[in-house]
């Protein structure tokens, strides 16, 4: 059974970072796609981050400037690295997973992702 477990969220002062960690278990197929989603108050959920098994990253235009996806394989962990946090980024922040062909692009589809962290919050205010 896969599990996702989400850390690292809280509350900061605009301008500040925060890293995101995902530790995933269960994982027993080598070709994955996994991802960061957020859902501001009152907002869909929405993608922003993903990295494939090879590396290969894809982001949404509202985290390419200050958010860097990254993952540890030897550890099944995955990271979101974000920078420069708005009050905008305030936000409930999940990791996803989902099984790939490998080659196929990682796109930020919400319903393409079959496992989910339970969701952390994040607070940019000052």
């Known amino acids: 059974q896969v599990q996702l477990v989400a850390s690292g969220g809280g509350s900061v002062q605009p301008g500040e970072s925060l890293r995101l960690s995902c530790i995933a278990s269960?994982?027993?197929?080598?070709?994955?796609?996994m991802a960061w989603f957020r859902q501001p108050p009152g907002s869909q959920r929405e993608g922003l981050a993903s990295?494939?098994?090879?590396?290969?990253?894809v982001y949404d235009k509202s985290a390419e400037d200050r958010f860097i996806i990254s993952k540890d394989n030897a550890k099944n962990s995955l990271f979101l690295q974000m920078n420069s946090l708005k009050p905008e980024d305030t936000a409930v922040y999940y990791c996803?997973?989902?099984?790939?062909?490998?080659?196929?692009?990682?796109?930020?589809?919400?319903?393409?992702?079959?496992?989910w962290g339970q969701g952390i919050q994040v607070n940019v205010s000052s």
């Open positions: 269960g994982i027993t197929y080598d070709k994955t796609c």
């Open positions: 996803a997973v989902r099984w790939s062909s490998g080659l196929s692009t990682c796109h930020l589809m919400r319903g393409d992702y079959d496992y």
């Open positions: 990295i494939r098994s090879d590396g290969v990253k």
